[in-house]
Nanobody
Framework: QVQLAQSGGRLVQAGGSLRLSCAAS????????IGWFRQAPGKEREFVAF????????YYAAPVEGRFTCSADSAKNTVYLQMNSLKPEDTAVYYC???????????????????WGQGTQVTVSS
């Protein structure tokens, strides 16, 4: 069993920054990757980024590349999503998730992730 506890979401003005946290507990050895997804009202859940626990591999969706940065602290079993230059279109519930799949084609898909956090609301005002 793996549990993912999220925090950090709040209301922020456009152009501001937030850092989301995803703390893992339980058996995490077989889950080598943490992904981030978001879902806005009326929209499908979309891929944001992923990072391996080693921190050696990261990948970002085009809408956030250059603004968002993933980092991993394996000693603390915690992954962070630093979000800068936030835009109103970034408003969504953000989820972290754990996967043991391999390959970009799998890791950008929600159904490749075995465990999910509870989500945290990020609201960006214009």
């Amino acid at each position: 069993q793996v549990q993912l506890a999220q925090s950090g979401g709040r209301l922020v003005q456009a152009g501001g920054s937030l850092r989301l946290s995803c703390a893992a507990s339980g058996r995490t050895f077989n889950s080598s990757t943490i992904g981030w997804f978001r879902q806005a009202p009326g929209k499908e859940r979309e891929f944001v980024a992923f990072i391996t626990w080693s921190g050696r591999n990261t990948y970002y969706a085009a809408p956030v590349e250059g603004r968002f940065t993933c980092s991993a602290d394996s000693a603390k079993n915690t992954v962070y999503l630093q979000m800068n230059s936030l835009k109103p279109e970034d408003t969504a519930v953000y989820y972290c998730a754990a996967s043991d799949y391999i390959g970009y084609a799998y890791l950008v898909r929600p159904d490749s992730y075995h465990y999910w956090g509870q989500g945290t609301q990020v609201t960006v005002s214009s």
